[in-house]
């Protein structure tokens, strides 16, 4: 007589193929993530290498945040990470938006591209654009793979204090390099095109070229330099890390003798500082700052209501 299978044995064999099945599908997953991964890092890196050959087309600046993606112009492929839906799952870190290639003094810890989610809710207005750790999306089990300014990938823990952009946060066209003034009268107050120049210009203040007018003497950064008339004010925004900072830059006044102050979120931090009709290095106080986002600034003293004229340039975020 042919005898079947009973009841138990059928049993036994599903509860092992069960076991085993339990056992092999984490490895399966483990194994197609980092398929996964290896495609998002290679995605990352040639989005980098677009970067860095989009920068050396523009001298050497890198792109600002409105126009990157854009400048880039790559195919859909390489925008989308293998983890996640987005068309494009990736973002492009506005600390270095308009900023010299050669401010990045350390490329190997200062990430270009990172994965992030690409909506703007916590972001301002430009999509994929870093801002904040709020927009890393770790789809890479709990980690993110961003790629850096020397063009390495990696994957890395978004608790890293690398998404901060460094030990001191670096402002963009720090040195009023953009845009060009090269018609005259070689000067704009504010300058009509933003692109690839983060500051902010209120009052009769803007980008003009060394030497231009008004006893502005040849730039000591560069060819061009930031003017302040009367009260006017020029200011950038810029994530820093909780810690103590100061700000140098190089300044001077026009044929009239002028003052400057420098604003810490909008206050005066300080007291004026008097100008001479030669550019010179200044540093300001200490100041300490929490997490997050500054507003660093400098604005003209409008002594009697003449024409005063303070010119800026170099400016920069220093430890004290
Ligand atoms: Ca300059």
């Not at 961003?146 to 890395?156: C, K, Q």
């Amino acid at each position: 007589m042919r005898r079947g299978f009973t009841l138990i044995e059928l049993l036994v064999v599903i509860a092992i193929i069960a076991v085993l099945a339990g056992l092999l599908f984490p490895v399966f997953a483990r194994a197609r993530e980092k398929g996964r991964q290896a495609m998002c890092t290679s995605n990352q890196k040639q989005i980098a290498m677009a970067a860095q050959m989009d920068a050396q087309e523009h001298e050497d600046h890198y792109a600002v945040p409105a126009s990157f993606w854009g400048d880039l112009n790559l195919p859909a492929g390489v925008l989308r990470c293998p983890s996640r839906d987005p068309a494009n799952g990736y973002q492009y870190n506005s600390d270095l938006g308009g900023m010299s290639t050669a401010k990045v003094t350390e490329p190997s810890s200062i990430f270009l591209t990172v994965d992030g989610n690409s909506d703007t809710s916590s972001a301002g207005s430009v999509p994929n654009v870093y801002y904040n750790t709020g927009q890393l999306d770790p789809k890479h089990n709990g980690s993110v793979i961003a790629a850096f300014a020397d063009g390495h990938g990696a994957l890395t823990n978004p608790a890293d204090t690398l998404f901060y952009g460094g030990p001191v946060p670096a402002l963009c066209n720090s040195g009023f390099e953009y845009p060009a003034e090269t018609a005259d009268p070689l000067y704009e107050a504010p300058p009509a095109t933003t692109a690839r120049q983060h500051w902010a210009f209120t009052g009769t203040a803007g980008i003009a070229r060394g030497g231009s007018s008004q006893g502005n003497p040849a730039a000591p950064e560069g060819q061009q330099v930031a003017f302040l008339h009367k009260d006017g004010v020029v200011k950038q925004c810029v994530i820093m890390r909780a810690g103590s900072y100061k700000l140098t830059f190089k300044a001077c006044c026009g044929s009239a003798s002028a003052k400057l102050t420098i604003l810490l979120d909008e206050h005066p931090f300080g007291s004026a500082i008097t100008l001479t009709n030669a550019f010179a290095p200044y540093s300001s106080d200490t100041f300490t700052l929490e997490n997050g986002t500054h507003t660093l600034g400098f604005q003209g003293i409008d002594i009697d209501g003449t024409d005063r004229i303070a010119y800026l340039d170099d400016v920069a975020v220093a430890l004290p």
